[in-house]
């Protein structure tokens, strides 16, 4: 079935540190890799995504590339900051099968420190 | 736009008690979802529906009904609650290859 591993957190780092969170999946054909973030006391919110391999995702500094060939999409942020500190959730949509649907890892907690 | 808002926001209710949450849209999305988020377990989805009139189970429907009657509406019902069902639930609504999650309704059943 599809499924996604995401790295455990928590992840505690200081400003202006280089961030990677882990993130691979099993699914069968091409599935559409997302990351989504959610802030302290908020919803779920798209930070970007890529629809098929060899694709680069970035926004607001994160970029992750579907890496078909290692079934990964790692998060990476260059110099983090306070304000980035948050849950991280790598997801997949399916292309067989339960397109219509997403399929989320447990979430990392992000805390970045001053 | 108010995107996606969920009613209400907080809640406790009685082991037996009964509830309806409401998730509304105003961006037309045919298609809508209903998670719940626990600690360790990330979002687990409860019920979704693909368009009006429609719904279809989730990962973890027992215990929980829900309903489409328009377009923008979305409701889950709690028929009997039990303390398992404690937790934050997030709906959702999708145009293309993004959801777009509402803020959340923390429930609490003792």
């Known amino acids: 079935g599809n499924s996604v591993t995401q790295m455990e957190g928590p992840v505690t780092l200081s400003e202006e540190a280089f961030l990677t969170i882990n993130c691979t999946y099993t699914?069968?054909?091409?599935?559409?890799l997302f990351w989504y973030v959610q802030y302290p006391g908020e919803g779920l919110q798209l930070l970007l995504k890529?629809?098929?391999?060899?694709d680069k995702g970035s926004n607001k500094g994160f970029e992750a590339t579907y890496r078909k060939e290692t079934t990964s999409f790692h998060l990476e942020k260059g110099s983090v900051q306070v304000s980035d500190s948050a849950v991280y959730f790598c997801?997949?949509?399916?292309?067989?099968?339960?397109?219509?649907?997403?399929?989320f890892g447990k979430g990392t907690k992000l805390t970045v420190n001053p | 736009n108010a995107g996606v808002t969920q009613t209400p926001k907080f809640r406790v209710l009685k082991t037996g008690q009964s509830m309806t949450l409401l998730c509304a849209q105003d961006?037309?999305?045919?298609?809508m979802y209903w998670y719940r988020q626990d600690p360790g377990m990330g979002l687990r989805l409860i019920h979704y529906?693909?368009?009006?009139?429609?719904?279809a189970k989730g990962e973890v429907p027992d215990g929980y009904n829900v309903s489409r009657l328009k377009k923008q509406n979305f409701l889950l019902g709690l028929e009997s609650a039990a303390p398992s069902q404690t937790s934050v639930y997030f709906c959702?609504?999708?145009?293309?290859?993004?959801?777009?999650f509402g803020p959340g309704t923390r429930l609490t059943v003792t």
């Open positions: 959702a609504s999708r145009l293309n290859y993004e959801q777009y």
């Open positions: 699914a069968t054909g091409y599935p559409s």
């Open positions: 890529a629809t098929k391999a060899d």
């Open positions: 997801a997949l949509r399916p292309t067989q099968g339960g397109s219509e649907k997403l399929v």
């Open positions: 961006m037309n999305h045919e298609y």
């Open positions: 529906s693909v368009g009006e009139g429609t719904t």
